[in-house]
């Protein structure tokens, strides 16, 4: 489904979900001795989304060596 969308929307949707996740492991962090297994896997999603995000940022960035 997200390969259809552009990249700017792809980019949207996927800040949305960052946000989402941040807003969870902020939840599930008010209890450090609760889903630590939870925490970890929300945390690298999280952090491999931003890594998509940035990775987008940049093919709409026009190459200026062409």
Avoid at 12 to 24: G, I, P, S
């Amino acid at each position: 489904m997200d390969n259809c969308l552009s990249p700017g929307a792809r980019i949207l949707l996927l800040q949305r979900k960052h946000r989402q996740l941040d807003e969870e492991i902020t939840r599930l962090s008010e209890n450090p001795y609760q889903n630590q297994l939870m925490l970890r896997r929300l945390k690298k999603e999280k952090l491999k989304i931003k890594d998509t995000i940035e990775w987008l940022k940049n093919t709409m960035i026009p190459d200026l060596d062409a």
